[in-house]
């Protein structure tokens, strides 16, 4: 119940391609769910963040599309380019304040992207 | 100006030794994290601190031993170390807002930790 399952492990797309990663939970206490971006040799970094009051945000070439009822959610990169080539992870986090787990991210398998030039 | 910075960076040790990981983050944030990475990425939390309380612990071996001295600072101490702690570790800090609802993570470039 507290996990997150992120597939594919790993895409290869051409530059401009919209490659596309999709998470799904069964916990429906989850009620945050941020993407985070992971270069090699660095740590994550906040990508996008949604909440399920919402079905779509979009920043820049982001976008996390959300179906509540389906318990997915994805990461849709428009016109990717060969610098977006990095680990995308999904993760999820319980409701509720930081006395119990709020804050606590669980994430995804982690999707290994390349953006060829 | 980093914001959150671990050391060391690597670290190469054998079986049954004693190893720490420093942590500081200049974030202003009063909760901090450790989690482990992985050969496979996977990213696991292992820990938490608000303000110097623990207030997450994942069912870690004894062994791990998480210390804040001050809400900018946290350190792991791992003892008797073994091949299966291989992996990398990072910290994290975050802010709580009112509420008690964290935000943002923001994580370490991460402690490659080798035990052979």
């Known amino acids: 119940q507290q996990q997150v399952k992120q597939s594919p492990q790993s895409l290869i797309v051409q530059k401009g391609g919209i490659p596309i990663i999709n998470c799904a939970y069964e916990?429906?206490?989850?009620?945050?769910f941020p993407w985070y971006q992971q270069f090699p040799g660095k740590g994550p970094a906040l990508l996008i963040a949604?909440?399920?009051?919402?079905s779509e945000k979009k920043e820049g070439r982001f976008t996390i599309s959300f179906n509540k009822s389906a318990k997915q959610f994805s990461l849709h990169i428009m016109d990717s380019q060969p610098g977006d080539s990095a680990t995308y992870f999904c993760a999820a986090s319980p409701s509720g304040t930081y006395y119990n787990q709020g804050g606590k991210l669980i994430f995804g398998q982690g999707t290994e992207l390349s953006v060829k030039p | 100006d980093t914001a959150v910075s671990q050391t060391p960076k690597y670290l190469v040790t054998q079986m049954g030794n004693d190893k720490s990981i420093k942590c500081e983050q200049n974030?202003?944030?009063?909760?901090m994290y450790w989690y482990k990475q992985d050969s496979k990425k996977f990213l696991k939390i292992m820990f938490s601190?608000?303000?110097?309380?623990?207030?997450i612990n994942e069912t870690v071996p004894n062994r791990f031993s998480p210390k804040s001295p001050d809400k900018a600072h946290l350190n792991l101490h791992i003892n008797s170390l073994e091949l299966g702690d291989s992996a990398v570790y990072f910290c994290?800090?975050?802010?709580?807002?009112?509420?008690?609802?964290?935000?943002?993570?923001?994580f370490g470039e991460g402690s490659r930790l080798t035990v052979l």
């Open positions: 994290a800090s975050s802010q709580v807002y009112g509420g008690g609802y964290t935000g943002e993570l923001f």
């Open positions: 601190y608000n303000n110097k309380e623990l207030i």
């Open positions: 916990n429906t206490a989850f009620d945050y």
């Open positions: 974030l202003g944030h009063d909760t």
């Open positions: 949604i909440r399920p009051d919402v």
